[in-house]
């Protein structure tokens, strides 16, 4: 599986949602949320037929954001996890977190 989210959910008129927009974790209900939120979002900043480039950047920021924060909620499980019966779940303690995620750990 190819895991990650786009760069841009909205190009010109073209917008990318659910799957199209980005994949996390099969065992993780994030992608129904994810959906939900990226279509709420539209709706916010659905502009009239001018496709104003600053209400794309400001969507293509906000979906970002809650796709960046659902990684650390799952991220976070893998390294808080104390399972010891296999390698996978030590492995998982050892992995680096996102920046964003370090951060929220330090505070």
Same mark, same amino acid.
């Given at each position: 599986?190819?895991?990650? #989210?786009r760069a ?35 709706? *916010?900043?659905?502009? *009239? ?22 990684? *650390? ?19 998982? #303690? ?14």
């Amino acid at each position: 599986m190819k895991v990650g #989210r786009r760069a841009n959910f909205w190009v010109r008129n073209c917008l990318s949602i659910g799957l199209a927009a980005g994949f996390l974790e099969p065992l993780e209900s994030t992608g129904i949320y994810l959906a939900q939120k990226s279509a709420e979002l539209l709706l *916010d900043y659905f502009p *009239d037929s001018g496709f104003d480039p600053l209400l794309i950047a400001r969507y293509n920021k906000r979906v970002a954001r809650e796709y960046d924060e659902a990684r *650390d909620f799952i991220v976070l499980h893998y390294l808080l996890n104390r399972r010891d019966d296999s390698e996978f779940w030590r492995n998982a #303690r050892r992995l680096p977190p996102p920046d964003s995620l370090a951060e929220t750990l330090e505070l």
